[in-house]
């Protein structure tokens, strides 16, 4: 079968999409492959369709659960099957997905970074035909990159596992410390690069310095009547933006990383399906959308980077019509970012105390090693210390980065339980206190592996099953706990903090100074690009934006701010 035939049959086209098509030959001539193509640019084909013509499963690594899960629920439409391992499967659920890919037929193994490193999710692998690694959003593995993630870093070691597997990372922006930066970390046996241009021909790019935003942002939207986004810098500003345009009777709702995964699935789905027009949202938005009718993007607050803003814009006109990217910016806003900054990069000794505090608040004392994530809510955590609650996030994202902590954000955790006392202990008590006695047997009989791990428990099921009340359920849980028989976690929608390593204590804890001194720069002359940026009138915004990729030779785009005026009045 030819590529162009798996093509028609399972997405019903006729023709790639620029460069898509070479990057598959690559693929399959078992070459590790560095593909950058814009934001809309069909990523996800270039390792399907070679994976679709190959006996074998293809291991998918990607950030973000929903990014995963839309993935597959596209696959399974088209009949193809697809598996992913999700923080929320307990380990009977992760065997039998591991299972299915090495006897089932499953064609698609999703994965996180983290679990790729999985005992269990590693021994499996060894025993699987993986025909291709397809790595997602592979600026993530570059410190240098606009959003670094750690557990990327090691994506590489799986090589020594399945050393002759072909890689194929995949990203939609890139700088050339970027691109050097991943293929060394995956070790690619020789360099193979393939990009298309960032050029996009029908993106008009418009800065407007202006200090009402708010009025300029309702005229936008009564001129451009279409599918849009709106990013802003904070949840807080999300949803009262979205409350100011509701009173003017927009089609309108908000979107950020704290809400419950369940309204951010809704939420999205109304926007996608049309439901909503407008979706005011932070950066935790568009990850993995593929909307071909949204014609507006406005950023109300100035981005970090251009990488960053570059594929937030992106998310408009990918149906090739013309689009618009709007950015509201003032001179206050450049102060803000400065200040955000300085935020961003706590000293050495508050971040010291910091990582004091989160363990003692968490009750985790030097030397212990929790082996599952825990529920921690910044903001109580934050008021109880008198902390700046965006320095805790920050001190967080440099212990992160530290490979110390992970932090999950604002995730829903379902409930879970695990027996803490021995069996012998167990047995003695449900033999003393007939009360339980039904209560723990239903436990062990519903979930085997209950003595050893923390399992996913189901309290309307448990209730229904007793001819009780959740109430009653939740209660005996708790009472239990407090008999030292078991742990029991609530369901919560708090993010978890997961320890990477033992806790330590201060004269053990290592800080690299050098490194936070390099990083500082380096973000602070992220920030003068995105200044310059702003500030530039004799330039067109989208030559602007390819000279920061390294496209110094591109054409005027002719429907910017800058082109319209020069054009308009050009100079004598």
């Known amino acids: ?227 849009a986004i709106i990013y802003v810098g904070t949840r807080k500003k999300a949803k009262n933006l979205t409350n100011f345009l509701i009173n003017n009777s927009l089609s309108v709702n908000y979107y950020h990383g704290g809400l419950p995964s369940e309204v951010r699935t809704k939420r999205q789905a109304d926007w996608t399906n049309n439901q909503t027009r407008i979706m005011v949202a932070t950066n935790a938005f568009g990850m993995g959308i593929d909307k071909e009718d949204v014609k507006l993007v406005v950023h109300m607050d100035l981005p970090s980077t251009i990488e960053a803003y570059f594929q937030e814009a992106g998310r408009a006109g990918r149906n090739g019509k013309t689009a618009y990217a709007y950015l509201l910016a003032n001179n206050s806003d450049i102060s803000k970012q400065e200040d955000l900054l300085k935020l961003k990069y706590p000293k050495i000794d508050e971040i010291v105390e910091g990582y004091q505090n989160i363990a003692n608040y968490l009750q985790i004392a030097v030397g212990d090693f929790p082996e599952d994530p825990i529920p921690f809510n910044i903001v109580a955590f934050s008021e109880r210390y008198k902390i700046n609650i965006l320095k805790v996030y920050n001190i967080l994202k440099y212990l992160e980065k530290e490979e110390k902590v992970k932090l999950s954000d604002g995730i829903h955790s379902p409930s879970k339980v695990k027996i803490t006392t021995t069996i012998t202990d167990l047995y003695r008590f449900q033999i003393t206190n007939k009360l339980y006695d039904s209560f723990i047997k239903l436990l062990l009989r519903s979930h085997s592996n209950i003595l050893n791990h923390l399992v996913v428990i189901n309290e309307e099921k448990i209730a229904t099953q007793l001819n009780s009340s959740v109430n009653n359920v939740r209660e005996i849980l708790i009472k239990l706990q407090q008999l030292d028989i078991l742990e029991y976690q609530e369901e919560n929608n708090l993010s978890q903090l997961t320890f990477l390593q033992v806790r330590q204590d201060l004269d053990h804890l290592q800080v690299n100074k050098k490194k936070w001194e390099e990083r500082k720069i380096y973000e602070n002359e992220k920030l003068q690009h995105i200044v310059n940026y702003i500030k530039k009138k004799d330039i067109c915004r989208s030559q602007l934006l390819l000279q920061y990729f390294g496209e110094m030779e591109s054409e005027e785009c002719s429907i910017c701010d800058v082109c319209i005026v020069k054009y308009k009045h050009p100079k004598k």
Not at 31 to 44: C, F, H, N, V
Not at 167 to 175: K, S
Request: proline share 3%; charged share 20%; net charge neutral.
């Open 1 to 227: 079968m030819k590529i162009t035939d798996v093509l028609i049959k399972y997405w019903g086209h006729t023709q790639f999409r620029l460069k898509q098509e070479e990057v598959i030959e690559q693929v399959l001539q078992k070459k590790d492959t560095l593909a950058i193509l814009p934001t809309g640019g069909g990523k996800s084909i270039c390792y399907q369709i070679p994976t679709l013509m190959q006996e074998g499963t293809c291991l998918v690594i990607s950030p973000l659960i929903a990014l995963m899960n839309d993935q597959i629920r596209h696959l399974q439409s088209k009949g193809i099957k697809s598996v992913s391992i999700t923080s929320d499967m307990h380990y009977s659920e992760i065997d039998t997905a591991l299972t299915n890919c090495i006897y089932g037929g499953v064609k698609f193994l999703y994965l996180s970074p983290e679990r790729l490193h999985n005992n269990l999710v590693q021994s499996r692998i060894k025993e699987m035909n993986i025909n291709l690694i397809a790595i997602d959003e592979a600026h993530c593995i570059s410190e240098w990159g606009h959003n670094f993630r750690p557990s990327y870093r090691h994506i590489f070691e799986i090589r020594k596992i399945i050393d002759e597997t072909p890689i194929l990372a995949l990203t939609a922006t890139a700088t050339n410390n970027v691109i050097k930066d991943i293929q060394n970390n995956l070790l690619f046996k020789e360099e193979n690069l393939i990009q298309s241009s960032f050029f996009r021909g029908n993106m008009s790019y418009i800065v407007d310095n202006i200090e009402d935003k708010n009025s300029r942002l309702l005229k936008v939207l009564n001129k451009i009547k279409s599918s």
